[in-house]
C-alpha cells in the first residue's frame, strides 16, 4: 500500500513537474478542477492543496453530486505560475477509505517538526467503526510535494468535513472542522490524536450552513473564518476572538455570494512577502454546474482596527504580469460599459480559457499591473480575428492617455498574429487600455511585447 501511494507519487512528479498552468489570473489552475483552496506557505514557496473536482459518470460517482477521487499539490514562488506535482493521495490507496467512494473533500496540510500533515475527510469503509458520512484522516510526509503515507486509521472522535489545522504561538496545534456547526479541539504533539474534548464552537450565526473553518492569528487576534449561508449561496464570514476555541465574535463578511452562483466557496488566508492574499474557489470553467469549480487568489488587506476588508473577486488575480508574456486580457481589471463581452474560445474544452470580443467602436478593455522592466521594447504582437478587418489602440494608464500603439487587423477566416511597431513605451509597471478603433468587430485572445 504504502509503495503505491510512494509510486503514484513518482508518477505525479515525472508528469507534471513541467507542467505549468501559466495564468497570472484567476482562476489560478487551468489544467483541472481545483476546489477548496488550501494555501500554506512552506519557505519561499506557497503550496497549494485543493480539493479535485472531477465529473460524475455512470457508475463512477453520484451523478450531479460533487465527484472527488483524489488530491494533487501544486506550488508557486510568485503565485502566478504553478507548478502541478501530481496526485499526492488517492483514494483507493487509503486503508480506511470506502473504496470508489468518490468524496475526497476539502483538505489541509500544515508542517510540524520536519514533517507534512495533510488532513482529508472522506467516507469511511467500516461504518460500524468509524460511523456514517465523513470523517478526517491524515497522510504524512517529509517533503510538502510528498510522497505521503496514510495512516492506517481516521483520527479518532472526530466526525465531519472540511478539516482545518492551526498551530498557535505557544506550540498548541488545534483541529478545526464542520458539521453543521463548526467543531474543534486540541491536538497532540503526534498531529494524528485529539487532545481534548470536542468544543462546538460559538457564539456564531445558528440559521443557515456554516463549514469550512480556517483559523488564522494576527496581532493576537483569532480569526476564524468560514463559509456561511446566510441567504442564498455561501459567502466568506469571519469572528474573532482571544482564544483559539473561542468563544467567537462575528465581526464582518470577507466575500459575498458568488457572482457566477456557484453554491459553494472555501477559502484560506495566507501573509506571503508582506501581502495577505484569500484564496477561494468559483466555477469559471463550469458556468452550468457549480460542482466542478476553479481555484482563485486576490488580496486582502486588513483595517487598522483589525477589521478584515471586504474582498471584491477579480478576473486580474494579483501581482505583476510581464510585458513579454502572453496578456490574457480577457482577464481584465475592468471593460467599457458596452460593446465588449468575454467568452470562452472553446465550448468544448473550456480550460482553453476566454476571449475578448470587441463589438462596438470604443469599447476598451483595461488590464492592470504589466510590468515592462528597464530594456526597450519595441512591438506588439496579438492573437486576434476579425472577418471583416479593423483596429485596435493600445494605450498606457488612462483610458484617454498616450497611444502606444495601432495595430492594424487585416480580414481573415481565422485567428491570426497582428504585429506592429510600439509607436511609444516606458520602463516600469503600466496599465493597459486596449481600445477598438476599427469600423469592424474584432476578437483577441491576447497580447505580447517584444
Ligand atoms: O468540496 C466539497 C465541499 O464543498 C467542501 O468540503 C465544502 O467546504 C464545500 O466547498
Given amino acids: 500500500m504504502k509503495y503505491n501511494v510512494f509510486f503514484s507519487a513518482l508518477i505525479g512528479w515525472g508528469i507534471c513537474l513541467a507542467t505549468h498552468a501559466g495564468f497570472g489570473q484567476n482562476p489560478i489552475i487551468s489544467t483541472q ?44 514562488d510568485n503565485l502566478a505560475d504553478w507548478t502541478d506535482h501530481g496526485v499526492i ?45 465523513f470523517t478526517i484522516g491524515v497522510a504524512i510526509a517529509d517533503s510538502p510535494t510528498g510522497p505521503f503515507v496514510p495512516e492506517p486509521t481516521p483520527i479518532k472522535g472526530v466526525r465531519g468535513i472540511d478539516p482545518n489545522v492551526f498551530i498557535a504561538q505557544d506550540g498548541q496545534a488545534y483541529l478545526y472542522w464542520s458539521a453543521g456547526n463548526i467543531y474543534g479541539a486540541k491536538l497532540k504533539e503526534n498531529m494524528v490524536e485529539l487532545d481534548s474534548e470536542v468544543f462546538t464552537l460559538t457564539d456564531l450565526p445558528t440559521k443557515g450552513l456554516k463549514e469550512g473553518p480556517y483559523l488564522l492569528e494576527r496581532n493576537g487576534i483569532y480569526y476564524l473564518t468560514f463559509p456561511h449561508v446566510e441567504n442564498k449561496t455561501e459567502r466568506l464570514e469571519y469572528a474573532v476572538g482571544d482564544n483559539p476555541l473561542g468563544p467567537f465574535k462575528m465581526t464582518g463578511v470577507i466575500m459575498d455570494e458568488s457572482p457566477t452562483g456557484c453554491w459553494t466557496n472555501h477559502h484560506s488566508i495566507i501573509q506571503f512577502r508582506d501581502q495577505w492574499y484569500l484564496f477561494y474557489h468559483h466555477n469559471d470553467y463550469s458556468p452550468s454546474f457549480d460542482k466542478a469549480r476553479s481555484v482563485r487568489v486576490d488580496s486582502l488587506f486588513f483595517n487598522a482596527d483589525g477589521t478584515i476588508q471586504k474582498v471584491i473577486p477579480t478576473l486580474r488575480g494579483v501581482g505583476v504580469t510581464p510585458a513579454s508574456k502572453e496578456i490574457q486580457i480577457d482577464r481584465y481589471s475592468k471593460l467599457s460599459e458596452k460593446g465588449i463581452s468575454m467568452v470562452f474560445l472553446d465550448t468544448l474544452d473550456r480550460f482553453k480559457g476566454w476571449k475578448l470580443v470587441f463589438d462596438a467602436v470604443g469599447a476598451w478593455a483595461q488590464y492592470d499591473k504589466v510590468d515592462f522592466g528597464k530594456e526597450p521594447f519595441t512591438t506588439i504582437s496579438a492573437k486576434v480575428f476579425s472577418a471583416s478587418g479593423s483596429g485596435l489602440e493600445v494605450r498606457a494608464n488612462r483610458i484617454d492617455g498616450q497611444v502606444w500603439a495601432k495595430v492594424k487587423i487585416p480580414k481573415n477566416t481565422n485567428w491570426k498574429m497582428a504585429k506592429t511597431s510600439l509607436k511609444k513605451w516606458e520602463p516600469g509597471i503600466h496599465t493597459l487600455f486596449i481600445v477598438r478603433k476599427g469600423k469592424n468587430p474584432v476578437e483577441v485572445d491576447w497580447v505580447r511585447f517584444e
Avoid at 35 to 42: G, H, N, R, T, Y
Avoid at 97 to 120: Q, T
Fill in 33 to 76: 478542477f481545483t476546489a477548496d483552496p488550501s494555501a500554506i506557505v512552506f519557505g519561499d514557496r506557497v503550496y497549494l492543496y485543493p480539493s479535485h473536482d472531477i465529473f460524475a459518470t455512470e457508475g463512477k460517482g453520484r451523478l450531479g453530486w460533487f465527484c472527488m477521487e483524489d488530491y494533487h499539490v501544486f506550488s508557486s
Fill in 89 to 133: 493521495v488517492t483514494q483507493n490507496e487509503v486503508p480506511w477509505v470506502r473504496p470508489n467512494s468518490y468524496s475526497m473533500w476539502a483538505p489541509d496540510c500544515i508542517l510540524r517538526n520536519g514533517k507534512y500533515y495533510f488532513y482529508f475527510p472522506t467516507s469511511p469503509q467500516d461504518t460500524a467503526l468509524y460511523g456514517r458520512g
